[in-house]
């Protein structure tokens, strides 16, 4: 009796290479824009190894990032990789903070190219009254995405109320009112 055996890398299922196909290695659609009908004004679309499966283990993906006028893509972070963005249509004020909260910003037009380092919170706001466009090439084939008040207001379960008015120097009825928001995920 022949042993079954199921590798797994970086926690996904490692395809016999023997049975890959082109489809293993292709995502069509990218030129489509995302749905931005929504209360940040922002799509993300990524593509990394959920999406291709042919990823796993190269260290790459990608996203396309579609922005409303006055869209946002709310401050996060990946904490598996750096990303690298360039505007393709539109003008975005983008930004990230150091370890040290030092703050580091550009507003950025088609064809401008900014790093945010691996882990690091950063954002991207457009500030132009027409649809903008981005796209973001990641140093990870799952670079993970952590947004900040989706995690700390929107968590479950919810983190204890006494903590958070304390963290922030709030009130308890404005973090009651911070929680009871719909913190959506753009991506």
């Not at 869209?71 to 370890?99: A, M």
Request: hydrophobic share 45%; charged share 15%; proline share 6%.
């Amino acid at each position: 009796m022949e042993k079954l055996t199921v590798v797994f890398v970086n926690g996904k299922f490692c395809k016999d290479p023997k049975l890959a196909t082109a489809e293993d290695f292709f995502f069509p659609g990218l030129n489509k824009p995302g749905n931005t009908a929504n209360q940040l004004g922002s799509k993300v679309t990524p593509v990394n190894v959920l999406q291709i499966l042919g990823l796993n283990t190269l260290g790459i993906s990608l996203a396309r990032i579609d922005f409303a006028p006055y869209g946002l893509n709310p401050s996060h972070t990946h904490p598996r990789g750096t990303e690298i963005l360039t505007v393709l249509e539109g003008t975005l004020y983008v930004g990230f903070v150091t370890s040290d909260n030092r703050l580091f910003t550009k507003v950025l037009y088609p064809g401008d190219v900014f790093v945010f380092p691996i882990a690091l919170i950063h954002f991207q706001f457009n500030v132009g009254n027409t649809n903008a466009v981005a796209l973001a090439g990641l140093s990870s084939q799952n670079p993970g995405v952590i947004t900040f008040a989706n995690a700390v207001f929107g968590s479950n379960p919810a983190i204890n109320h006494d903590v958070l008015v304390k963290a922030f120097q709030l009130d308890l009825n404005i973090v009651k009112q911070l929680r009871s928001k719909f913190w959506m995920d753009n991506n």
